[in-house]
């Protein structure tokens, strides 16, 4: 099993920024890919951004791309989300998740854009 820890949000205003930490436990040597999603109040949980823990290759969605940034950590076991010019519509809870043949999330912590 892995573990999730995540850290880092809070209320921003919009137009700022913001990082997000997901510090990873456990069998982490399984690790395969991790990614992160959201879900905004009302709606359903969709993709943000995800990593190779192996190469590196990332990906993104349309909706973040060029504003967010997902890095990873190998010595520390951790997942980073840098967020950049953020819209009141970020709005949401933000899950890390990582794929080992199983998937894992953490607790997701909230992230409010005020406008």
């Known amino acids: 099993q892995v573990q999730l820890v995540e850290s880092g949000g809070g209320l921003v205003q919009a137009g700022g920024s913001l990082r997000l930490s997901c510090a990873a436990s456990?069998?982490?040597?399984?690790?395969?890919?991790m990614r992160w999603f959201r879900q905004a109040p009302g709606k359903e949980r969709e993709f943000v951004a995800s990593?190779?823990?192996?190469?590196?290759?990332?990906d993104y969605a349309d909706s973040v791309k060029g504003r967010f940034t997902i890095s990873r950590d190998n010595a520390k076991n951790t997942m980073y989300l840098q967020m950049n010019s953020l819209k009141p519509e970020a709005t949401a809870v933000y899950y890390c998740?990582?794929?080992?043949?199983?998937?894992?999330w953490g607790q997701g912590p909230q992230v409010p854009v005020s406008s």
């Open positions: 998740g990582v794929h080992t043949g199983a998937d894992y």
């Open positions: 456990g069998r982490t040597c399984s690790m395969n890919f």
């Open positions: 990593i190779s823990w192996r190469s590196g290759n990332t």
